[in-house]
């Protein structure tokens, strides 16, 4: 093989360095003159921060896993940070009050989403119900959630349906134990919270179904796939200018993600029309007032297409996508984290077998939904999951609609604003604190969004089932 001389390597670099250099240097003055304009025509005082490298900014302070790099920063420059990420300024928030002051004194201002390049393809980050800006159909989508999904009616409806998916869990594991063989609760929570959310949308269980033709790990694996690529840090998304590429393949994974489950979905949507359409012919026995289930509602309203922000059968796929994801794989890794804590402290997992021992009087008797009230222990241990690992720690982001002032800081118009669930105020938030923090207070502090929804679903459940005056801001807490 014959080699390249030194010298013409070293020439090349140098002639390289000499072509580009005009580029790079016109680049980072046009990119120093608009921070200056946007910075003098901000008011205020910005939040502070790490400095900016040129170019890249602080994206090299993420790290891979920026929720753990965040939480340190937090730690350094207080409850609201500036990053600069790319071309992209970020404003971290990682404090209730903060928090409260973005969420709820200004969240007229931060209403709308900064979707990622990873959620656009088949133009999800225009459909999907936690991306779509504020517009009619944003109103509809999350009407259709309140009315269909969230309603006390439907939660009542659908308690038998939670109970004879947990007695199927239960029955697995004990026939595990039985057996000897090991128990993979990440699979199992997974399989339950995946079947129940399929018997509430479609009236039948996708492990089982023969339309789904994905096996368990393979629609677990999908469903991580979303997780990791949504949750991945993109540099499409810090430079505009390279969506086009798609550096990262993310874009490109996405949509195979996507296709894979709008695949499943149209298979479902398809076998239900065909039952429909047979029912009215009298060639069916389909009876569809029994049935009645989200899937038939959103398929009559998908046909009544007719006032402004009506929804067609392909938003319905997009709502689906969204639902399915969020609901399966943050119920069964919250159900795993759980599990993994009390199994890691033999002392509180007994003082939690004591309780219900002592409050359901014995080991054979299934605790109901109704008998949580008389379990502060056990509710607290899952609260206290909630808030050592919470299922997305870094919450979707929001784009900042006019410049406003925030803890006493300026958010210039435009900035991404980023909530971090911080998980202690002094000290590594993954320390092993799990066995003291138990024992001070019944109900341990939780991210401000899991408080919020903690108080508006108590709320939610005083409420008469035709007043939604509660039901808005309550899907918005979940879809937060």
């Known amino acids: ?118 959620i656009t393809p088949f133009r999800h980050d225009e459909l999907g119900v936690a991306w779509v800006t504020i517009s009619p159909l944003w109103r509809n989508l999350r009407r259709i959630c309140n009315v269909h999904l969230f309603a006390r009616r439907t939660l009542d409806s659908n308690q038998h349906l939670r109970r004879q998916k947990i007695q199927k869990l239960l029955a697995q594991v004990s026939k595990s134990c039985e057996t000897g063989n090991p128990v993979d609760i990440g699979e199992a929570a997974f399989i339950a919270a995946l079947n129940l959310l399929g018997n509430t949308i ?65 298979r479902i949507i398809g076998e239900r029309l065909r039952v429909r359409s047979s029912a009215v012919s009298g060639a069916s026995s389909y009876n569809r007032r029994k049935v009645n289930d989200m899937l038939d509602i959103l398929l009559d309203l998908a046909e009544d297409k007719g006032e402004e922000g009506g929804i067609d059968l392909y938003t319905v796929k997009h709502l689906f996508f969204d639902l399915f994801v969020a609901g399966s794989d943050t119920t069964a890794s919250t159900f795993e984290w759980a ?26 008797k299934v605790v109901e939904e109704s008998d949580l009230a008389r379990l502060p222990y056990l509710q607290a241990t899952v609260k206290e999951s909630f808030r050592m690992h919470p299922a997305i720690p870094l919450l979707l982001p929001r784009r900042a609609g006019s410049t406003k002032e925030v803890g006493g800081y300026t958010v210039p118009e435009g900035a991404q604003d980023v909530q971090v669930s911080i998980l202690k105020d002094d000290g590594n938030p993954y320390e092993d604190y799990y066995c003291n923090i138990m024992e001070e207070s019944d109900r341990p502090g939780s991210p401000y969004n899991l408080e919020k929804i903690y108080e508006e679903y108590q709320q939610l459940l005083k409420e008469d089932d035709d007043n939604n005056v509660q039901l808005e801001s309550f899907a918005d807490s979940l879809l937060m």
């Open 339 to 364: 599990m993994a804590e009390l199994l890691r402290n033999p002392d509180k997992l007994t003082k939690a077998q004591a309780e219900l021992e002592q409050v359901m009087g014995g080991r054979c």
């Open 202 to 266: 479609f009236s039948m269980d996708l492990t089982m179904d023969a339309a789904s033709e994905l096996s368990v790990k393979e629609l677990k694996e999908l469903v991580c796939n979303v997780m990791v690529e949504v949750g991945r840090p993109n540099m499409a998304d810090y430079f505009p200018v390279l969506k086009r590429v798609d550096p990262q393949g993310v874009k490109r994974r996405m949509t195979d993600c996507f296709q894979r489950t709008f695949d499943l979905f149209d």
């Open 1 to 118: 093989m014959d080699y390249m001389p030194l010298s013409l390597i070293i020439l090349g670099l140098c002639l390289s360095w000499w072509l580009l250099r005009p580029i790079i240097l016109y680049y980072l003055a046009v990119s120093k003159r608009a921070d200056n304009n946007k910075s003098s025509s901000t008011a205020g005082k910005l939040p502070p921060g790490p400095r900016p490298l040129p170019v890249i900014g602080n994206i090299l302070e993420l790290g891979s896993l920026p929720h753990m790099s965040l939480t340190k920063l937090a730690r350094v420059y207080g409850p609201i940070i500036r990053l600069k990420l790319g071309h992209i300024t970020t404003i971290v928030v990682s404090s209730a009050p903060m928090a409260r002051e973005i969420l709820q004194t200004h969240d007229d201002s931060f209403a709308n989403r900064m979707p990622p390049d990873a």
